[in-house]
């Protein structure tokens, strides 16, 4: 699972990214921006299995940061709650309070008076992250929010299914030579299902909790989408999977495999491939009119 680092330094001259509390149906949400010289926005939600991860990890400090340096555009990272009960909860934390708390991170930054307001606001995230970010916009699709639907759509080794495809073969034997923890087989993923949903009867989970679930006519509207993917990763199934079916359903979707990558590979700024992740995105939110001032 991802662990927490301190966060990177600023390259010289960069603004220093802002902390700030904005409120939610289940108090105040944590959020940190990272400030652009460019237009838009990336709403952007860290990954860790709904039970760790925080805003230092280089899965959200050190990819926001990289994203503003190349892209320009400003990168908000949401501290959503996790699904534990830590000493400081009064409840234990489980869906959709996570999910509640992204929409509450994406009214702030789509507010009319972000300075960033007039051009392109995407959602994303990584692992759990993007499943959080996925079911967000569904929401938003289903009228649960009075909020705009993102422009775009960005999912990093996500998690959308509770059971999802079968690896192929060659996938198989690369997942083989991993450690049992970091393969992510059918009862690891259910696991993490259920401390989300807080309970081990996972029949029926909310769609919006389990995007994989979705069907044509709800994820026909979602906006265009990247999914980019750990090559040896038991999630990858899933995220091809929901490819295929935001392909089915209409939508205009990108996938990039990242080589020679194991799931989280974000997580290790110092491996070849999360540099060229990196890449890839940015380059996607350029298409996007995510562009440095000249």
């Not at 759990?128 to 938003?140: E, H, I, M, W």
């Not at 690896?167 to 087989?185: K, V």
């Not at 899933?238 to 495999?257: K, M």
């Amino acid at each position: 699972m991802s662990t927490s680092t301190a966060p990177a330094e600023d390259p010289p001259g960069a603004p220093a990214p802002e902390r700030l509390l904005v409120p939610g149906p289940h108090g105040e949400v944590p959020l940190r921006v990272h400030p652009g010289s460019g237009e838009g926005a990336l709403l952007w939600c860290h990954g860790g299995g709904f039970v760790h991860g925080d805003l230092d990890m280089p899965e959200a400090d050190w990819v926001a940061r990289s994203l503003v340096e190349r892209t320009g555009c400003t990168v908000v990272t949401v501290d959503y709650r996790l699904a534990t009960e830590g000493t400081a909860a009064r409840w234990p934390v489980r869906w959709p309070v996570p999910s509640d708390d992204v929409l509450a991170a994406w009214a702030w930054t789509t507010a009319a008076e972000r300075p960033w307001a007039g051009g392109t606001t995407v959602l994303g995230g990584a692992s759990a992250g993007a499943n959080l970010a996925t079911g967000a916009v569904l929401r938003l699709l289903a009228g649960d929010r009075p909020l705009p639907v993102p422009a775009a759509l960005l999912l990093v080794y996500p998690t959308l299914h509770l059971e999802g495809p079968e690896p192929s073969a060659d996938l198989a034997h690369a997942l083989a030579q991993l450690p049992p923890e970091q393969r992510f087989g059918s009862d690891v993923v259910r696991s993490i299902y259920g401390h989300l949903l807080g309970t081990g009867d996972l029949r029926e989970p909310p769609v919006a909790a389990v995007p994989g679930l979705a069907g044509p006519e709800e994820l026909r509207e979602l906006p265009p989408t990247l999914v980019l993917l750990s090559e040896v990763d038991g999630l990858r199934p899933s995220g091809e999977e929901f490819a295929r079916s935001l392909r089915a359903a209409g939508v205009p979707v990108q996938v990039h495999t990242e080589p020679g990558t194991r799931h989280g590979h974000l997580n290790e700024p110092e491996h070849p491939g999360a540099a060229r992740s990196v890449d890839v995105i940015a380059g996607w939110l350029a298409e996007r009119g995510a562009h440095p001032p000249a």
